[in-house]
């Protein structure tokens, strides 16, 4: 077989969707409208909500969306495809009008983050990559949320580079992980592309190589103006905290002490004694740095039990979302050209009531109270439809309907905005910092009782009335036509 060594992300995608593709090419319904929406089912870590990242990267994917010569060729030499067939993936340009969610937006189970309309074929392709980029950033920038709401105002470094599924992962995690709540990464190619502030003290190997804590921290000190030391090499309290607060008084204004790093021990114990041996060495302001193995709970743990830290680094447990590897995210049929050329709303069934599909072009609105800012709920409408219109808005659980309530005096802001129109980027994409700052609001406009780490309440995602009994009605039709059988 040829060795290629071009790349390009078109053929990221499952072989089963080229496969598709061509069944939709040779029985002339490849150009067939439709809709596709991609959502989760389930909120991750038992949370009560999610961060929406991940649009970036989509853009970057569709912008070089087409077949290059070596895809083309790579396909004639492993799939047996017909010429007319390659000729047409080569001629493919990728035309559908694209809808999404704004990065840093809170986002909640069964709701649509993502809408792609457009010829059949084309929305068919982009499935795998969009699935594939969503479900992992989200995930993370909702991990780093988890944890920045536990660490409050302190600073949260993303240190999980070295422990990433590969670079991409780290890469893009890191991105994802900034939007949801870090402060600041390690990753020094994460801060020149994206411009995240980067921040880094010292490893054990610096230590080690001078075997001794006091040689290792003069050697950094004559080399750079700030100094964060790590002082648990031998020992943190005899060796480490000692040797640094001497390097400290030596160097004088020469360096700025920011402070230390813990990095094994028990670091509520440890971090006290520190704190002290640092505030009777006449340094009150050097902070206490902490690493190893951290996430939500054991931060919320060591708070609890008043542990003296100021700064703290997570590395493993954020970028792999250690607790829970994969979102689930979905990306499902919605909406179908028939053959008369009229769209018509498609279900997916399953013995599960939570996972039937809800049918039809959707928007999201986002129900908030006029004079509070506060979110009463998401409220899910059939596209044609606009809450804005309202009054009143009556807002019911879309399983268990007899959960219901009526809303005045709300408004209501659509999430889902046009990014592509007919195949043309038209989204003006923010900045980092921007996005950032709307994650911050939307978090705010969320009652506390939703963003507890443990068992928090389950945000209301409710359907229309007109999309639940769309909804009912596909159920009815697809029950009959088995019926029929
Ligand atoms: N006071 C504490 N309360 C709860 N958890 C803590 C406390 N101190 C440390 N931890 C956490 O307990 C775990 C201890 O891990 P581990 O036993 O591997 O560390 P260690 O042996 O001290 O260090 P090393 O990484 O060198 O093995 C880490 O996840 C750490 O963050
Ligand atoms: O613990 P994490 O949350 O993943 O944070 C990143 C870890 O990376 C470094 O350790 P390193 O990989 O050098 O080795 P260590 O685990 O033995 O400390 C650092 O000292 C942290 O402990
Ligand atoms: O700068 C640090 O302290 C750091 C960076 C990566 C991983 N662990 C620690």
Known sequence: MTKYTDDSLTLHTDLYQINMMKTYWELGRAERHSVFECYFRKLPFNNGYAVFAGLERLIEYFEQLTFTDSDIAYLREVEEYPEEFLTYLKNFKFDCTVRAVAEGELVFHNEPLVQVEGPLAQCQLVETA????????????TKAARIKSVVGDELLMEFGSRRAQELDAAFWGTRAAYIGGCDATSNVRAGKVFGIPTSG???????????????????????????????DTYDTLKSGVPNAIKIADEMGDKINFKGVRLDSGDMAYISKKVRKQLDEAGYPDAKIYASNDLDEDTILNLKMQHAKIDVWGVGTKLITAYDQPALGAVYKLVSIEDDNGQMVDTIKLSGNAEKVSTPGKKQIWRITQKENGKSEGDYISLWEEDPRELDELYMFHPVHTYINKTVTNFIARPLLMDIYTDGKLIYKQPTLAEIKKTAIANYDSLWEEYKRVLNPQLYPVDLSQAAYDQKMACIAEVRNKVKDL
């Open 130 to 141: 969009i699935l594939n980029i969503v479900n992992f950033q989200t995930l993370i920038a």
């Open 201 to 231: 003290t010292h490893a054990h190997s610096l230590v080690q190589s001078y075997r001794d804590d006091y040689q290792a921290f003069k050697a950094y000190a004559e080399t750079h103006k700030d100094c964060v030391f790590l002082v």
